[in-house]
């Protein structure tokens, strides 16, 4: 199993030097993939953008979103600016996507809430077209950058819903599970789901499935998990109240049960999310990490 590490939830106006530096560290190992978030009525970067900065001053690491809202976006240019970092990153994107949960961000956008699975079905749809060289919608010529791999960036599907986990055999190359990725019972259900749906749409071999969890280490880990889920879920205390409920990574002890709880579960690749883009977070945590990848 390979493990990743992300950002934290929030990335402010002053947070790129913290995040060029992360990101360099984590290219030079041993972490697989660095992974952001996607929000828009919130204090963060936007992740498309973020991630092209990014491919510049990386070579090995794959640039992960976990996950896009992506009906917040039109699909055409959303395939386009998706093959375009897979380009120039030389063909190191994962592009998770889901429908989003909060209806802040489809307001700001502005973009419907209440039909977004429906339109975000026709998105990925258009999206693999125009990955296959396909022309759309009567255009002249068909979207280019040509794809770094046949069919398009690896595309991950996110959410819990039975509608999300059928998407993943229909349209995409795995899963990303978010909150739930330390229920071990929970878990273990959404991942016979998502493999009931690779089956159910007559896929050849397996999808491949990535956990993303939030950790913090050292003096003020607890609070430091506590406040960034406070920040992120606002005013809503009861996904507030219910999150914080669940298991949370703040001990080195910890850390080393959710890598062996996710090989358990045959999880491909398990991304850690610093609560903080404080230094010593990921010198903690990569010691931690390192041992466990040797």
């Known amino acids: 199993m390979k493990i990743g590490i992300g950002l934290p939830f929030k990335t402010s106006r002053d947070s790129w030097p913290a995040i060029e530096a992360l990101a360099r560290k984590a290219d030079a190992g041993p972490y697989s993939s660095f992974a952001v ?23 090995r690491v794959r640039l992960m979103t976990a996950v896009l809202v992506g009906p917040l976006r039109r699909a055409g240019v959303l395939a386009k600016q998706a093959a375009t970092i897979d380009a120039i990153s030389g063909g190191r994107l994962s592009l998770g996507m889901g429908v989003g949960s ?4 489809s307001l700001v956008a502005p973009s419907g809430f209440h039909d977004r699975g429906r339109r975000f079905n026709t998105q990925l749809e258009l999206m693999r077209r125009i990955w296959r060289g396909e022309i759309v919608n009567d255009a002249r010529r068909a979207v280019g950058p040509e794809a770094v791999r046949s069919g398009g960036p690896e595309l991950l599907i996110g959410g819990s819903a039975p509608r999300a986990l059928d998407r993943v055999g229909k349209y995409a190359d795995g899963y990303v599970m978010g909150g739930g990725a330390l229920d071990r019972e929970g878990a273990a259900g959404v991942l016979r789901q998502v493999n009931e749906s690779w089956q159910r749409h007559g896929r050849s071999g397996r999808p491949r499935v990535v956990a993303s969890v939030l950790a913090a280490l050292g003096p003020g880990a607890e609070d430091a998990i506590r406040d960034a889920f ?23 002890e910890s850390i080393r049960d959710a890598i062996a709880l996710h090989r358990d579960l045959g999880t491909d690749e398990l991304i850690f999310k610093p609560a903080t883009l404080e230094p010593d977070q990921y010198e903690r945590l990569t010691d931690v ?3 466990e990848t040797r």
Do not use: C, F, H, K
Not at 38 to 56: G, K, Q, T, V, W
Not at 102 to 105: K, Q
Not at 230 to 252: F, I, K, V
């Open 289 to 291: 990490v390192a041992n």
């Open 230 to 252: 406070a920040d992120y879920y606002g005013g809503d205390s009861a996904r507030l109240d219910a999150r914080l409920a669940r298991a949370n990574l703040s001990t080195p």
């Open 102 to 105: 909060r209806e802040d961000d």
């Open 37 to 59: 978030i996607d929000r828009l009525a919130y204090d963060n970067y936007e992740p498309l953008i973020m991630l092209a900065a990014l491919a510049s001053v990386t070579q």
